[in-house]
């Protein structure tokens, strides 16, 4: 039972730290053009990345959900 | 042979494909009700996955998505990272609606509500907000249709004729096939919509600027207010850029469709599987939105009066590329168009006819007959969007802001459903109204106090009057609001087990 409200609480706030990176205000430091990064402004590339970080967090969870069982 | 000849060759065969692919999905499920709105209960992964996919890239992704990019560019991005959080929510909430939905046998979203808050009242609500947010939805869908096929084959195949023969093909293989049908047909759509984005996306950037990082250089050089919040053009804030990723990403996860499909999943890891692909699926913007930015400088000494034609416009009347390239641009953004259709007209008549006829008028209708009325409903509501893409009246994007306002207002309740057991009828409600009318009057009356999205106000009045008047009021019975609190605990496994071992 405690392991699994650590994992909801551990994600929980992964997941809050996605959200405020592509909202105001953590989206406000990468709200520049340089450094153009694969050809892409920086702001551009800072959504690429957090879509990313998003993917790679359910990824996370999902195996953490039922790696234990199987 | 001439160049339209080519193009509509090419598309016509991609049409044959899909009507093909559809018809025979047919074959493959019994024609119970079940099977046609939750196929059955048994979809896999890969089709669970290209069902979302596809529905969710509908026309817009072709016209609405550069759009964005071409008259502000930055603010675009509000896509991208709505999609990228969209279906977070269901990771708690999916599941727990697929339980219910095997316990209760419910097929609906409004199913589950109703029954939560013992309101037929409410159902009817549902359905009609609901419909009211999919009748204009597919209408649009059919309107890019017409309008893509006219401006790729250079008015040779017209409005009319395009936009018919596409939804014609929708409604055929959802009246005989279901979800079923949708599913296989999303299938190819979903893989020909993302190579086709892709392949336009990088052609253009490369057709005008010679690649995607030298095009981005030059806006910096010649417009480089497009790159950053506020944008160009009118821009946006960063109030209203915030807000409005929060509400579409909230509001994500309540199109009654996302349950339906839920109720057919076979097992929470599919469920589950599908929310981890999902934000990927926002990377299908990228190509769409650098279309966008192709666009902002191409056109700069003379603006587009309809910022959404600025695919079309680029594609087929700027950069001449071959009839073939062409060709494949159009068969996929019909992919887009048609696989959103194909999805808003079986859940809008799914919807009409349980949640409003049947719930409301006829309970105790033989479920064969259900399954007749709604096949003539997906027949009807075909005929009557399309009607209304031929009159085009300009109140039509209004109707489905107003009523997806509405949609977005369902959220405060489902999760009540889930976790709250003081939660009331009479506050389910209050929230619901009270949030909807908030939203209406900030979005068409009244100018949004500081910039914040309508639909967060609608959330906060929602949530206060939800709250509120469930305390008011006596609670309802224990037992009945434990079946959904408790109730939606046990795992779909866990229920499949107590199913085998009762029989």
Redesign the interface.
Same mark, same amino acid.
């Given at each position: 039972m405690r392991s699994e409200r650590t994992i909801a609480v551990v994600m929980g706030a992964y +997941?809050l730290v996605?959200?405020l990176a592509?909202?105001?205000p953590g989206? =406000?430091v990468a709200?520049?053009?340089e450094p153009?990064i +694969?050809?892409?402004?920086f +702001? +551009?590339f800072w959504?690429?990345l957090? =879509? $990313?970080i998003? $993917?790679v967090g359910? =990824?996370i969870?999902?195996r953490w959900?039922?790696g234990g069982r199987s | 042979m001439q160049d339209w000849w080519i193009i509509t060759g090419i598309t016509v065969a991609y049409l044959i494909v899909v009507l093909a692919v559809g018809l025979r999905a047919r074959s493959e499920q019994a024609s119970t009700l079940v099977g046609y709105v939750a196929g059955g209960r048994e979809l896999g992964l890969v089709i669970l996955f290209f069902i979302m996919g596809a529905e969710i890239f509908s026309a817009f992704a072709f016209l609405g998505g550069p759009g964005w990019s071409y008259g502000m560019g930055?603010p675009g &991005?509000y896509i991208? *990272?709505y999609?990228?959080?969209g279906l977070?929510p269901w990771?708690i909430l999916g599941p727990r609606a697929a339980r219910l939905g095997r316990k209760y046998g419910y097929l609906t979203q409004a199913d589950l509500m109703s029954d939560r808050f013992s309101s037929k009242g409410l159902s009817a609500i549902i359905a009609l907000v609901s419909v009211a947010a999919f009748l204009p939805y597919l209408t649009l869908q059919i309107t890019g249709a017409g309008y893509l096929f006219e401006a790729a084959t250079d008015g040779n195949v017209p409005f009319w004729l395009g936009a018919l023969v596409a939804f014609v093909i929708v409604a055929l293989y959802v009246y005989t096939s279901g979800l079923r049908g949708i599913g296989w047909t999303n299938v190819i759509q979903g893989i020909i919509m993302v190579v086709v984005a892709w392949v336009i996306g990088l052609a253009v950037a490369y057709r005008f600027y010679g @690649?995607?990082?030298?095009? &981005?250089?030059e806006i910096?050089a010649r417009a480089?207010e497009y790159?950053?919040?506020p944008g160009g053009g009118d821009g946006m804030s960063? *109030?209203a &850029?915030?807000t409005a990723?929060?509400v579409s *990403?909230i509001g994500f996860t309540m199109w009654p469709h996302l349950f339906m499909k839920s109720y057919g999943a076979d097992n929470e890891?599919t469920i589950?599987?599908t /929310? /981890?692909i999902y934000?990927?699926y @926002?990377?299908l913007l /990228?190509p769409v939105?650098i279309i966008g930015f192709a666009g902002i400088l191409v056109f700069q000494d003379n603006p587009l009066e309809n910022q959404d034609n600025v695919l079309p416009e680029l594609v087929v009347n700027v950069a001449n590329f071959s009839p073939w390239l062409i060709g494949i641009m159009l068969s996929g953004a019909l992919a887009a168009a048609m696989s959103t259709g194909s999805n808003l007209v079986h859940t809008a008549s799914t919807v009409l006819v349980r949640d409003l006829f049947v719930a409301v008028f006829k309970q105790d209708m033989p479920e064969s007959r259900v399954v007749s009325l709604t096949k003539i409903f997906v027949l009807v509501l075909s005929v009557v969007a399309y009607l209304l893409a031929l009159v085009n009246p300009a109140s039509l994007v209004d109707l489905l802001l107003g009523a997806y306002g509405g949609v977005v207002q369902f959220f405060p309740l489902i999760v009540a459903v889930f976790f709250w057991k003081r939660a009331t009828t009479a506050g389910a409600w209050a929230g619901l109204i009270a949030g909807s009318l908030v939203t209406l009057l900030f979005t068409f009356f009244v100018t949004t106090p500081f910039e914040i999205h309508a639909g967060i106000w609608g959330f906060i009045a929602n949530i206060v009057l939800l709250v509120g008047v469930s305390l008011a009021t006596r609670p309802m019975p224990e037992e009945h609001v434990k079946k959904f609190v408790e109730g939606s605990k046990a795992t779909l496994e866990e229920i499949g087990e107590t199913e085998a071992s009762a029989t």
């Open positions: +997941f996605c959200t592509m909202i105001w989206a =406000v709200n520049r053009i153009m +694969f050809g892409l402004p +702001f +551009f959504y690429v957090w =879509v $990313f998003v $993917f359910t =990824v969870l999902y959900e039922y | 930055a &991005f991208m *990272a999609l990228g959080l977070l990771w @690649g995607v990082g030298s095009m &981005f250089r910096q480089p790159l950053t919040l960063w *109030a &850029f915030s990723i929060l *990403a890891r589950k599987k /929310i /981890i934000p990927l @926002g990377y /990228i939105l």
